[in-house]
């Protein structure tokens, strides 16, 4: 009986023990983790507290819930006071420690912004927007300034650019102290200033590729017209709350909300140069070249100084000037032959440059212009016979047509040739029109010089017939250049469009916009044509087939460009506003477009489709927008740009003026919270 059980409890082991093996065998494989972590660490306590006064220590030390790890502190994490030596930020675990090198300077509150530096070691779930605080004296100046920061020309939300304020109320303090306080731009353009006194300041951004805290003039700035008293209120939040059983009730607290709250800056760039001689040379013993490093409105004097020449003027009696209209990039073509012959010239060159006050004055450099003519070999005497037979090497200008085989309605053709022309055969130019077969010469065909300073640059405007064949005929030698070469034989042959090809968009403009211009903007947010708005509409004509995208400026000078704004002369760059909808033209469509420019606030008008500085994605997140979407130009505005993770998001109560307001109508940060 006892062996009899021990076989039975043998038995059962087995059974056990085999039944265990097959289950594992069954579930090979990765066991289940569970879901994926998606949230950032959690903070949970610090040392010193956060809040604390009277601090002394150099280095704070903050424990989160979870192992993490710190991504590029440099530059994102920014202390306010500004530092001269950059903290040391170091993660250990689940501990962050913050090692401020700079001594602390006494009564001072200070501010660690670490923006989305902080992540989770195993996922990278960002923490962002988190802040600390601490001051050396007996309180926290808690008072604030929000807003948001956009690129003037593109409205691209300005990401990780420095924002600050001055007590000092000086129009010089931008160029002459560090920032007082500072803050940086999230990735949806948004700024905090914190830690500030009572009293009045003045608030700009600068892109400090230095990092002193200060304005160089050749770095991106923006400034807000008015001095700013930050205040603080108190008010009612009021909060849903969410029953186990579904149903919900209003609760009320108290709460504080921080003004200014709504600070709109455009950041922007002088495009200041300084002026000086870039490059100068003499490719070839016809041709001298002189380069500056920006633009002028004042062509520069070339006199010879040396040599047979000596006295002569390198100018319109001796030259061909052919430049850009900026004026930088000079190339004069001598037409006197005698300069042409002298290989060693120096030349005394005056020109308006940037003196150490930073102020253009005139001063000569005298320049050394060599050129080393290329020995010719001696060939072998031929016999008479082979002497007789030998044709002479004749060196011809290149002439040449620039456009397209289909050739547009509304525009003529363009022309290039390798050295300015002395003159054109008219009877050896023609443009021809087929009609039935037969090539009829067209009348009123005349090439005319692009622009005052293109020698080298032609076109030819006419009145074409659509949808008909034409072509044009150059002879050779119909073209002849200013150093006797002519040209080889040119035929160019090209189909004119028809109307149907093309659509048309009119833009009917309200709000009460006053020398307003309408760009059209292709996918990569290039200008292609502009319009001024005349009589409420903007038309643009002739357009081939395709999607656009629209922005306009108010034009306030009248000058029918952009202007970026000027710094010392309290000068704003001219206001931007873009359409919020792409637009699908096809062939032979009439489009009008209703468009009040002020009718969206500023962060919900441009197009995620065009818009570079786009939100970081979470892990897992959906691109918000579709490129490719053939219907979005349907969408109603603000549909697609409104992004429910922004804390501060597009309210659609937007000014009216933004002339005198300049504010986005966007919601600032106006719950209290300090984390």
Not at 89 to 95: D, E, L, M, S, T
Not at 190 to 218: C, P
Not at 333 to 352: F, P, R, V
Not at 578 to 603: A, C, R, S, T, V
Request: one cysteine or more; aromatic letters at 10%; charged letters at 25%.
């Amino acid at each position: 009986m006892y062996k009899s059980n021990i076989n039975n409890n043998m038995r059962l082991l087995l059974a056990v023990v085999l039944s265990a093996v097959m289950v594992a065998c069954a579930s090979i494989g990765r066991p289940e983790g569970g879901p994926r972590d998606t949230e950032p660490p959690v903070f949970v306590r610090s040392n010193p507290a956060p809040g604390s006064v009277n601090v002394s220590k150099q280095t704070i030390e903050l424990y989160f819930d979870e192992n993490l790890k710190i991504d590029d502190a440099t530059n994102k994490v920014v202390v306010s006071p500004a530092q001269k030596v950059t903290p040391q930020v170091i993660a250990n675990g689940k501990r962050l420690s913050v090692e401020l090198k700079d001594t602390l300077q006494p009564s001072t509150t200070y501010i660690i912004d670490f923006s989305d530096a902080i992540t989770d070691l195993n996922e990278g779930n960002a923490l962002d927007g988190f802040t600390y605080d601490f001051a050396t004296g007996d309180c926290i100046d808690t008072l604030r300034i929000s807003g948001m920061l956009f690129e003037a020309r593109t409205l691209e939300p300005a990401q990780g650019v420095l924002v600050g304020c001055y007590s000092n109320l000086s129009d010089t303090a931008i160029t002459t102290i560090p920032m007082q306080r500072i803050a940086k731009t999230n990735q949806y353009g948004q700024f905090t200033i914190k830690g500030l006194k009572e009293g009045q300041y003045r608030v700009f951004a600068i892109n400090d590729m230095n990092r002193d805290y200060m304005w160089d003039r050749s770095e991106d700035v923006a400034f807000y017209d008015s001095i700013v008293t930050p205040s603080v209120h108190s008010i009612e939040v009021v909060d849903t709350l969410l029953s186990s059983s579904g149903s919900d009730s209003i609760s009320t607290r108290k709460g504080v909300k921080y003004l200014p709250n709504d600070i709109l800056l455009t950041w922007f760039n002088e495009n200041y140069q300084s002026q000086y001689l870039k490059n100068y040379s003499r490719p070839d013993s016809a041709r001298i070249f002189v380069q500056f490093a920006a633009k002028s409105d004042s062509l520069p004097v070339l006199e010879i100084v040396n040599g047979k020449n000596k006295g002569k003027k390198i100018d319109s009696t001796t030259s061909i000037l052919n430049s850009p209209l900026t004026l930088d990039s000079l190339e004069y073509w001598i037409t006197d032959k005698d300069i042409i012959s002298q290989d060693t010239m120096q030349i005394a060159l005056k020109y308006l440059h940037t003196d150490s006050l930073d102020n253009l004055s005139w001063t000569t450099d005298t320049l050394k212009f060599n050129f080393t003519r290329k020995k010719v070999k001696e060939k072998k005497k031929k016999k008479k016979k082979e002497d007789a037979d030998t044709v002479p090497e004749i060196v011809f200008m290149d002439f040449a047509c620039q456009s397209a085989m289909s050739q547009d309605l509304n525009k003529g053709l363009e022309f290039v040739a390798s050295q300015p022309v002395a003159s054109f055969n008219a009877d050896g130019i023609r443009l021809e029109m087929q009609r039935d077969s037969t090539w009829i010469k067209m009348p009123g065909f005349k090439l005319v010089n692009d622009t005052v300073y293109s020698p080298l640059k032609f076109k030819a405007d006419y009145d074409w017939e659509e949808g008909m064949k034409y072509r044009f005929t150059a002879d050779s030698a119909a073209i002849t250049g200013i150093y006797g070469n002519w040209n080889k034989s040119v035929k160019h042959e090209f189909t004119v469009k028809t109307i149907e090809d093309y659509g048309t968009m009119t833009f009917v403009i309200s709000g009460g916009a006053k020398n307003f211009v309408v760009e059209l903007l292709d996918g990569n947010d290039r200008v292609l044509q502009q319009q001024p708005v005349k009589a409420g509409e903007a038309v643009f004509e002739y357009l081939d087939p395709g999607k656009y995208y629209v922005r306009g400026y108010i034009d306030a000078n009248g000058n029918g460009v952009w202007d970026t704004g000027n710094l010392k002369e309290k000068i704003q760059p001219e206001e931007v506003y873009y359409y919020p909808k792409k637009i699908d033209l096809k062939k032979n469509w009439e489009i009008e477009q209703q468009w009040n420019p002020f009718e969206l606030p500023i962060d919900a008008q441009k197009p995620l489709e065009i818009k570079k500085n786009k939100p970081k994605k979470k892990k897992g997140e959906q691109d918000q927008t579709n490129p490719d979407d053939e219907n979005s130009e349907e969408d109603q505005w603000g549909d697609s740009y409104y992004n429910p993770n922004n804390p501060y998001g597009a309210n659609g109560n937007s000014s009216n003026n933004r002339n005198r307001n300049r504010n986005s109508g966007f919601n600032g940060m106006s719950n209290g919270s300090r984390y």
